[in-house]
């Protein structure tokens, strides 16, 4: 059973910074993608940045580019979301998510950690 769980979210000025941590577990991971998500009160859930586990190929949503950094552990089976110049539209909770790199569909995911922006 795989089990993600985030953790470093906080409340934060805008400007500022923060560093969102995601522990996996319950299967060795190689040909899968890891992605971040986020939701805000009364939207949709989107897409927020992804790397592949095996090649370390990053994407990443226009609205963060620049600021935000996806990064991973193999080692450890960590994957890590670095936030910068953050905004107070970056509010939302964060969810990591993970999928075989051969499918769309992301098929687990972490309880979500909440980030708050004051401006």
Not at 6 to 18: D, N, T
Request: proline fraction near 2%; hydrophobic fraction near 35%.
């Amino acid at each position: 059973q795989v089990q993600l769980v985030e953790s470093g979210g906080g409340w934060v000025q805008a400007g500022g910074s923060l560093r969102l941590s995601c522990a996996a577990s319950g299967r060795t991971f190689s040909s899968h993608v890891m992605g971040w998500f986020r939701q805000a009160p009364g939207k949709e859930r989107e897409f927020v940045a992804a790397i592949s586990w095996s090649r370390s190929s990053t994407y990443y949503a226009v609205s963060v580019k620049g600021r935000f950094t996806i990064s991973k552990d193999n080692a450890k089976n960590m994957m890590y979301l670095q936030m910068n110049s953050l905004k107070p539209e970056d509010t939302a909770v964060y969810y990591c998510a993970v999928r075989s790199d051969n499918v769309v569909n992301y098929d687990y995911w972490g309880q979500g950690t909440q980030v708050t922006v004051s401006s």
